[in-house]
């Protein structure tokens, strides 16, 4: 870890919408921290993860932001629009991450277009794109997604070598066995 300072901190959160959802959760991201978050379906995961973007409400506890922390989301379901014809180079560099290399699974793919790349081939565009935007945190949304075990191989290497690329990572997935190879640390949500 590069600072003693958090990134983000959950203190007894309690998050929903209309109602509550979740909680009470505790955890923090530190920089240079890889965390996952896990629980079964409907437990409230994505709802945290909203919570940080303000798209959801905390009823309870707090939630804390490094000043002028940044964040970039990678969506469980990312918008893939056939009607523009974006290739994946023109996607990394609309994200900002074209200031990095690219690792050597995405190359194959990144001058075609990304409504003709597979599901597995666009997300992990999306999740390269998402990691190397210049953001303080990152939240990867079930980023196995659309996977075949090679995609998902190739996933596990850009997250270990993403600790270069952004300050902290919070990933949400129900894969224990991609959390175990690519987390700090996990924690887990239960209804």
């Not at 309870?60 to 990678?74: C, D, N």
Request: glycine letters at 10%; a negative charge.
């Amino acid at each position: 870890m590069t600072s003693t300072l958090p990134l983000l901190v959950f203190d007894g959160v309690v998050a929903g919408y209309g109602k509550e959802v979740v909680g009470p959760v505790s955890f923090s991201v530190f920089p240079g921290e890889t965390v996952g978050l896990t629980g079964p379906n409907g437990s409230g995961k994505t709802t945290l993860a909203n919570t940080v973007l303000g798209t959801a409400r905390v009823f309870k506890g707090e939630m804390r932001r490094a000043e002028g922390l940044t964040v970039a989301v990678q969506r469980q379901h990312p918008v893939r629009l056939s009607e523009i014809p974006l290739t994946g180079r023109e996607l990394v560099r609309l994200a900002g991450a074209d200031q990095q290399p690219l690792p050597a699974s995405i190359r194959p793919f990144v001058d075609r277009r990304v409504d003709r790349l597979s599901g597995g081939q666009f997300q992990l565009l999306q999740v390269w794109a998402t990691l190397g935007a210049p953001v303080g945190l990152v939240i990867l949304d079930e980023p196995t997604s659309n996977m075949d075990p090679h995609s998902k191989e190739s996933l596990e290497e850009i997250l270990r070598a993403s600790h270069e690329l952004v300050g902290g990572v919070l990933v949400i997935s129900h894969d224990h066995e991609f959390l175990d190879h690519v987390t700090s640390r996990t924690v887990r949500i239960d209804q």
